[in-house]
T-cell receptor, first 112, second 114 residues
Framework: QKEVEQDPGPLSVPEGAIVSLNCTYSNSAFQYFMWYRQYSRKGPELLMYTYSSGNKEDGRFTAQVDKSSKYISLFIRDSQPSDSATYLCAMSLTGGGNKLTFGTGTQLKVEL | DSGVTQTPKHLITATGQRVTLRCSPRSGDLSVYWYQQSLDQGLQFLIQYYNGEERAKGNILERFSAQQFPDLHSELNLSSLELGDSALYFC?????????????FGPGTRLTVL
């Protein structure tokens, strides 16, 4: 079983929809949680960064972390065709360097 | 543009060969990370360097090695290449290499082993 599980999709939604992307994890020691966006043939780009449990909002994006359930989510409001990409969750521990453990990514397509 | 540069963009080589991938971190960043992205395994951490010293190691094969030079650029050396080594290789950099640091990824090097 992988440390971080993520539904690979693909997920197809109409423009303007609210998108919910999720990851579950097994290692309760993870403290830092990130969402990266990766366009085809490009490097991952950081979207959201949260520490421990709670919510964080940035424009149309909201990240939620529920450490008790070992579950993190990314919500995208008013989705746009330009949001079409693969979304990767990532997490890391405290101490011992800064290794990121990634989910496999969810492919999102926002259609006109 | 993240500020992290990687060369070459594409590399095609044969099994058994050796290649070197190069990464230049963002200006001022002291830590460099290498990741491998394949279709079946996703994005996997290989190794981290901080100011020239190895800081953390992931599931990096013995055939692979890396180093970070005094000017902070890094090289990933892959030898005795196998078909399964075909993947995207990403370099990332961060300020200090501490746990809370944000990692910025380069555009990647696509390696094809024939």
């Amino acid at each position: 079983q992988k440390e971080v599980e993520q539904d690979p999709g693909p997920l197809s939604v109409p423009e303007g929809a609210i998108v919910s992307l999720n990851c579950t994890y097994s290692n309760s020691a993870f403290q830092y949680f990130m969402w990266y966006r990766q366009y085809s043939r490009k490097g991952p780009e950081l979207l959201m960064y949260t520490y421990s449990s709670g919510n964080k909002e940035d424009g149309r994006f909201t990240a939620q972390v529920d450490k008790s359930s070992k579950y993190i989510s990314l919500f995208i409001r008013d989705s746009q065709p330009s949001d079409s990409a693969t979304y990767l969750c990532a997490m890391s521990l405290t101490g011992g360097g800064n290794k990121l453990t990634f989910g496999t990514g969810t492919q999102l397509k926002v259609e006109l | 543009d993240s500020g992290v540069t990687q060369t070459p963009k594409h590399l095609i080589t044969a099994t058994g060969q050796r290649v070197t991938l190069r990464c230049s971190p963002r200006s001022g960043d002291l830590s460099v990370y290498w990741y491998q992205q394949s279709l079946d395994q996703g994005l996997q951490f290989l190794i981290q360097y901080y100011n020239g010293e190895e800081r953390a190691k992931g599931n990096i094969l013995e055939r692979f090695s890396a180093q970070q030079f005094p000017d902070l650029h890094s090289e990933l050396n892959l030898s005795s290449l196998e078909l399964g080594d075909s993947a995207l290789y990403f370099c990332a950099s961060s300020d200090s290499g501490a746990s809370a640091d944000t990692q910025y990824f380069g555009p990647g090097t696509r390696l094809t082993v024939l």
